[in-house]
Structure formats: C-alpha cells, structure tokens
C-alpha cells in the first residue's frame, strides 16, 4: 500500500489482515473510516482485480460489502488519477464492455443493502444520509445537480460562490482531490461549512491515529495557495 502500515513494520498489530489494494489513498481511507466507525458508509468504483481482496477484507473485518448491479464504463479524464471519477456511464454488471464494478461498504448490511437501492432509484438524498454527509451540503447536491450534469460533477464553482473568507483551515482543501489527497469526500455546501470542517477534522485525526506516516503526507498536500477560476484561497 501507500505509505501504508505494511511496508512501515507496523505487522505486530492485531491479527494479520491483508489490505486490500486499491486505487487510491482517498479509497484507502475512506475504508479505514468506515473500518473506525467514524464514517458510516462509503461507495467506491475500483477495478475488477480489486474485488475479490477487497471482498475478503471486509469479511474478515466484519463490514458488509454490496456490489452494485451496474458497473462504470470510466469517461477517461486524460491525466487525472483514476482512482477519483468525477464522472462516467453506469452500464449493467454484466454487459460485455469492459467497466468498473462499484461496491458500497457499510459497518451493517442493512446500509450497504440501502445504499446500492439508493443509488438504483437515484434518490441523492439518501445516498447522501447514509454516507454521512451534513443535510447542508446534501441540499446543496441536489439544488446544484442539474446545472453540474452539463459540466464536470465537482460541484466546486457553487461551492465557490458560497465561501466567503480566503483563508481556510487545511482539512477543506477539496481541490487536491484529483492529485488524491483530501480528508472530505463530498463537496462541502461551502469552505465555511461548519458540520463539514468538524467532519474532516475528525477524519484527519484519526487518520493521524492510525496511519501517521499517511497523515503526514496528506497533510503536506493539503497546505498552501490554490488558485481556480479567478479564486484563491489559502489553506493553512
Ligand atoms: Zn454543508
């Protein structure tokens, strides 16, 4: 893994589980949350080598893992790191062409099981409540949905819009999110959201627990100047 607990010579801890491998840092984190219990849910498109570790994994950790019945036929984005999609074409599981399952991971299977029936209605909303996400940037996802479906789905010039101040604390910086780093996994209603600045801040310190060396890294990437359609903000 990443500058994961594996190679650090941290295998002393608990019984040997296999991390699964996966595609991003942003996965693997929003894995070890869920895994924490700090978050309660996640969805993630991986890559069908993926699966069969990551199922395993979850089995061992007593997490409920539900696949979807659709798969992600990925709209390439040349030079952005795969392991974060904005956008793509759901096509079913079984269709011949060639796309990325999408598993939904949850502490019960009752969650899991409501989150993939969520997204098969296309009910945002609730996807929204099972994942954790404040009901502020919920609303926001759903007044923004329309017009972001003509664009790229990164939500971030309304967010924008919304953040009043320059300087935010480091844990909102969402624009690194394409070089996978990033402690929230929603497009925060603002930088200035406060249920969303006390959820990444609670993400960070346990991803400082728990994988120090990772915190280290990801931190370093949160820091500094972002500039982006005529926006700059600092992040500190
Ligand atoms: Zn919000």
Redesign the pocket.
């Given at each position: 893994m990443h500058a994961g607990t594996d190679e650090q010579g941290q295998a002393q801890e608990e019984a040997p589980e296999p991390s699964p491998k996966l595609g991003s840092r942003m996965q693997h984190i929003q894995l070890l949350l869920v895994k924490q219990g700090a978050k309660p849910a996640l969805r993630m498109v991986i890559s069908e080598e993926q699966l069969p570790g990551l199922s395993g994994f979850c089995r061992q950790q007593g997490l409920a893992l539900v696949t979807s019945g659709r798969k992600v036929k990925v709209l390439g984005i040349p030079g952005k790191n795969e392991g974060y999609v904005d956008k793509g074409v759901a096509i079913p599981r079984d269709d011949p062409a060639p796309g990325r399952p999408i598993v939904f991971i949850a502490q019960d299977m009752n969650t899991a099981v409501a989150l993939k029936a969520a997204e098969d209605l296309g009910n945002h909303d609730e996807m929204g409540r099972l994942l954790g996400y404040?009901s502020?940037?919920i609303r926001?996802f759903g007044e923004h949905l329309e017009d972001q479906r003509e664009g790229d789905l990164s939500f971030l010039r309304p967010m924008m819009l919304a953040s009043a101040k320059t300087t935010y604390p480091k844990t909102m910086n969402i624009f690194a999110r394409h070089q996978d780093a990033a402690v929230l996994f929603h497009c925060?209603?603002?930088l200035d959201?406060a249920?969303?600045q006390r959820m990444a801040q609670q993400y960070l310190h346990i991803i400082e627990e728990q994988e120090p060396a990772l915190a280290e890294s990801i931190d370093a990437q949160l820091q500094g100047t972002v500039e982006q359609d005529g926006h700059s903000y600092r992040f500190v």
């Open positions: 404040p502020c940037c926001f925060p209603c603002s959201c249920p969303s």
